[in-house]
């Protein structure tokens, strides 16, 4: 899989193109602002996009769902508890298939309850459940502390330390980071109790 990873709009989102270098079939994960650009990288590496990705449905996430879906015929893809328009419904341990290419799903509520992370490959696109060096904030509609930590502790803190990490925003000190090197540095990811995190999350 090739990463093209495009930082969007005055909130530094990250839209990010993901190809199958097999068959240059795609999918475009998270999708809102400055399209021009990924319509760019579309045609420059001449991609067939199978899906539109969102990680959650905030409007920094999917304001460029029509718009792509107008310029590709992709189907929307978005979790189960999403209330915004989309095409199809995954949950937890379900498979995205784009040519030889699979990313599994992870449901990881929290930052809200339709957030999702995609896994594969040696990749993590972990949406705004964790960034470089911080995580999403649990303080807007169907946000939860306590779904956050267990997000965290019970399913990602457990994955390859090797894997490495592409988030929905560049709000850290690099643009992608590993598994590994967040458990050392991520202030989020240091073991507390339950309690501990609700606490320091406010």
Request: glycine share 8%.
């Amino acid at each position: 899989m090739k990463i093209h990873q495009i930082q969007v709009g005055n909130m530094q989102n990250f839209t990010y193109v993901v190809e199958d270098e097999n068959t240059n079939e795609g999918i475009i994960i998270d999708p809102s602002w400055d399209l021009d650009q990924i319509e760019k990288i579309i045609k420059r590496n001449n991609l067939k996009i199978k899906y539109i990705v969102n990680t959650h449905h905030h409007f920094d996430h999917t304001l460029g769902n029509e718009g792509m879906n107008e310029l590709t015929n992709a189907k929307i893809i978005q979790h189960e508890e999403s209330e915004l328009k989309h095409d199809i419904a995954v949950k937890d341990g379900d498979i995205i298939e784009f040519g030889d290419s699979k990313l599994t799903v992870l449901h990881t509520p929290g930052h809200s309850k339709d957030s999702i992370c995609l896994i594969g490959d040696g990749l993590f696109f972990s949406g705004d459940t964790l960034f470089v060096g911080n995580c999403g904030r649990t303080d807007l509609p169907g946000g939860s502390a306590k779904d956050l930590y267990h997000s965290l502790f019970d399913i990602i803190y457990s994955l390859n330390n090797d894997l490495v990490i592409y988030p929905g925003h560049n709000y850290g000190h690099s643009s992608s980071s590993t598994i590994g090197q967040e458990k050392i540095t991520n202030p989020v990811m240091q073991k507390r109790t339950e309690q501990e995190f609700v606490d320091m999350m406010g």
